[in-house]
């Protein structure tokens, strides 16, 4: 790298795009070649890169792609992360070339997976204007809601460092209550079980519809 100090001149004021750091919203990236970010979707308004040095590859596939299982990492509000599924499999994924002077507009919810072609550097900022939509504070109420519950789950000790599973036919209260009882019947059960009941069991717990209900039941108090 050479012209650390022109840096600044190339990444453009964000308020001439309408956009606003409130300071502390931009992020550079700077990596080695081969280095990225895997499938996954950011979870709040939509992300604008400024590709400064290098090259890289983003693939990108709308929101609602065929194949892709959405799963969280607890504690993680910023990402969901995408699982099974190569993105540059889906039909409607695109591939793109971001090169220095590029800009690249990921609007929200659209999947995306990155790859330095070269070392290379790129600066994002994440904006929530225009203003939230109600997708926003839908995804805020159940993210929020989600890590109370994780957080209870852990402090109860219900279960170890929990791992997202994509099982849908879980996402019932009935049905998360009959696996409740269920798990008090395997104390016996070969470790590997327990943990992927373990598993099923934090599923359930964040399943939306679980988390729809718990919202509903917390705004009733
Ligand atoms: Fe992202």
Redesign the pocket.
């Known amino acids: 790298m050479s012209h650390n100090k022109d840096l600044h001149h190339i990444i453009p004021p964000w308020e001439e795009l309408g956009l606003f750091d409130s300071g502390g919203d931009s992020c550079l990236w700077w990596g080695s070649r081969g280095a990225g ?1 895997k499938l ?1 979707q ?1 979870s709040h308004g939509f ?1 604008v890169v400024c590709q400064i040095y290098g090259k890289k590859e983003w693939t990108l596939a709308p929101p609602g792609s065929h194949g892709i299982k959405p799963t969280r990492c607890p504690y993680e509000p910023s ?1 969901v992360w995408g699982r099974n599924i190569n993105i540059s499999d889906l039909e409607d994924a695109l591939t793109i070339e971001l090169v220095p002077g590029d800009m690249l507009i ?1 609007p929200p919810g659209w999947w ?1 997976s990155v790859i330095s072609l070269t070392e290379a550097i790129s600066v994002n900022i994440w904006s929530p204007c225009p203003p939230p939509s109600s997708h926003d504070s839908d995804a805020t109420e159940t993210e929020v809601a989600t890590r109370i519950l994780t957080k209870l789950c852990s402090e109860a000790r219900l279960f170890p460092v929990p791992i997202v599973e994509e099982e849908c036919e879980l996402g019932s209260i009935e049905k998360l209550s009959q696996l409740i009882k269920r798990d008090k019947k395997i104390s016996d059960e070969s470790k590997v079980e327990k943990i992927e009941k373990d598993h099923r069991f934090f599923h359930a717990l964040t399943h939306p519809s679980v988390i729809k209900e718990f919202l509903k039941a917390y705004k009733e108090l």
Do not use: E, F, K, S
């Open positions: 970010t996954h950011d992300n990402t990921v995306h």
